[in-house]
């Protein structure tokens, strides 16, 4: 494959991955609880810059939510404003360090995830926008180009942060559990084309789905879906030799197989062939790392395992719930998902397909 094009994978190389349709073990529907902590097992001053971060972030998006249609836009800017000023940046990657060496394995996952996600996307967002914005302000005439970006991340950490710490806002935790299913092409049209930032790198982003589906059946469980979609993606934006990550989902009657694919050259694409030659499932055990924590795929194995009643992440991977694969220079990271049910292109948000506006070329 050229090096200058996508590293989408075809219709063929996306079927290879796992020809399995992996049993659902579970009576009940796993809704998205289950990797968690609770505010007090973290340090005090790790708890101090979460809650700050929250408020800025779930404040943030109440006001885009309270009228979608017609934004409070300089509200959004002021508050954008504020998130950069509060310098939150070197405070959000000391979180966990005063928990280094400690036994909790389910509190180093949370703690991952609370410094990870979009956490550091939206921050940086907030930096590279400030400056226009306290001029167009200034102006009296707010320019909102880039403020839906900030929303949406905000959206989007504000609900990771919720999945993983049960009492950091219990009432708006509450209404995450509520029935409320959520498309696929809500996904697919979030990433669709996404110039994304982390702690590690930078990439461009692009998203396509073959088919529609209801993905989700409340916030909770979109939030564990986010985890592990933000998860997959730092993890390609860290490794990408190009700075290009392609997302692709397949639906069939029940499941939801989802795809995230990066190029990967030099001594990573070295190691990469030599240990997925000796074991498959070596990414997703715990410590497993080239320049990373070892924790962030190992976290996406467990909410895979969880949602379908796997009783272990090494069985999940043996038995096709999940796995990697080395196709030459692209490392794809693949699972499955349990649908919520069928959908229309009509239902949906855009009807999103191959043929995206943004597409895979």
């Not at 049960?166 to 996904?187: K, S, V």
């Not at 999940?316 to 693949?334: K, M, Q």
């Amino acid at each position: 494959m050229n090096s200058t094009s996508w590293p989408r994978l075809t219709t063929e190389e996306l079927d290879e991955l796992s020809r399995a349709n992996p049993a659902m073990l579970r009576a009940e529907r796993f809704r998205g609880a289950g990797q968690d902590a609770r505010l007090e097992q973290l340090d005090p001053g790790d708890r101090e810059t979460v809650q700050q971060l929250y408020a800025h972030l779930h404040g943030l998006y109440s006001v885009w939510r309270s009228d979608p249609r017609q934004p409070d836009w300089p509200e959004v800017a002021l508050r954008t404003v504020r998130l950069a000023e509060a310098n939150l940046i070197g405070r959000l990657k000391e979180v966990g360090r005063a928990a280094q060496g400690d036994s909790n394995a389910m509190l180093q996952r949370v703690l991952h995830d609370l410094r990870g996600g979009a956490a550091a996307a939206v921050l940086a967002e907030a930096e590279l926008l400030e400056p226009g914005l306290r001029a167009s302000m200034a102006r009296g005439a707010v320019d909102s180009e880039g403020l839906e970006a900030v929303v949406f991340l905000a959206r989007d950490q504000a609900k990771i942060m919720r999945n993983a710490l049960i009492d950091l806002d219990p009432e708006e935790r509450a209404r995450d559990t509520e029935e409320n299913p959520h498309y696929l092409d809500d996904l697919i049209e979030r990433w669709a084309d996404v110039d994304y930032r982390s702690f590690d790198g930078h990439a461009r982003v692009r998203a396509a789905a073959d088919a529609p589906a209801v993905l989700s059946s409340c916030c909770l469980e979109v939030g564990a879906v986010d985890r592990i979609v933000y998860n997959l993606v730092n993890n390609a934006t860290r490794h990408s030799s190009d700075g290009k990550i392609a997302i692709q989902a397949q639906v069939t009657d029940d499941r939801v197989r989802l795809a995230v694919t990066n190029r990967v050259l030099g001594d990573q694409a070295g190691w990469l062939s030599r240990v997925l030659a000796e074991d498959p499932a070596t990414l997703f055990r715990w410590g497993t790392t080239r320049g990373g924590t070892g924790l962030g795929l190992g976290i996406v194995a467990e909410f895979v395992a969880a949602a379908f009643g796997v009783p272990s992440t090494a069985r999940a991977v043996d038995d096709g719930y999940l796995g990697s694969t080395w196709l030459g220079d692209r490392l794809a990271v693949w699972l499955h998902w349990p649908s919520y049910g069928a959908a229309t292109w009509s239902d949906a948000a855009s009807g999103a397909s191959w043929e995206h506006p943004s597409p895979l070329v």
